[in-house]
């Protein structure tokens, strides 16, 4: 069968439901789309890559944990035509998809089938960290939360409050459709509470908690906080952020 090639722009118009875009900047998106859909372990490249990964992306609401606001996910296929980039390289489906979202106030990414791989299997071993997310000369604590293919970020403070009951900021799902096919998991976050976090927020707290949950140095701190919890030091993680400790 004669492979199909579309341009970028072609694609983008053709892939997703109802919805007209911008033509793509294909050459601004390969540089991290390729080392995001690389496969194998994760080297000094693509551990430098991890902080670039993540742009801009929509979510529909979807219910994660008992006590949160019902929220239910869209499937893949109900936001891209799949069939439309069966002959479409990794590399272009990242860059199609997170052109996609620019724009739209939202957050998107597409990271390699191997990659996730090891995020889906730190995530199931410890589905719990705190961050600090930078408010003027200060932070908050952030709670993190891993039930993969989603993640949510909700405030420590209200979590403390009011448990199971306490409302995500921000959540995030990975569509792993095409990780078998095409060796890539597309990424859509959504800001549940834009009076609480802005684009930017939730963009650096997505970097950041993937940052620990991939890099080997900053995973083990997340290891201690899930499994060796008395040994645990808030301090250090404020340290590896360049974040004021307060003393």
Known sequence: MRSRRLLPSLLLRRCFHGQRASPIHLQQQQKISSAAATSGGIDDAQQQVVGRLWSRATF????????????????????????????????EIIAIWNDYHIGRGHISAGMGRDLYKLLQERANQCPLFVLPLRKGNG?????????????????????????GAASPYF?????TDLRDSKGVVLVRGDIVFTSRLSDEEAKTLLETAHSFY?????????WRFNKESEDFDFKEVLQELNMPTGS
């Open 139 to 163: 932070f908050v604590s952030i709670l993190v939360q891993a039930q993969m293919p989603h993640m949510l970020f909700t405030s420590l403070d209200d979590y403390r409050a009011r448990g």
């Open 214 to 222: 991939l890099d080997d140095s900053r995973y083990k701190k997340v």
């Open 171 to 175: 959540t995030v799902t990975h569509y």
């Open 60 to 91: 529909s609401r979807s219910k994660f944990a008992s006590g949160y606001t019902a929220l239910t996910p869209k499937t893949l296929d109900s936001i891209m035509k799949i069939d439309t980039v069966r002959y479409t390289s990794p590399q």
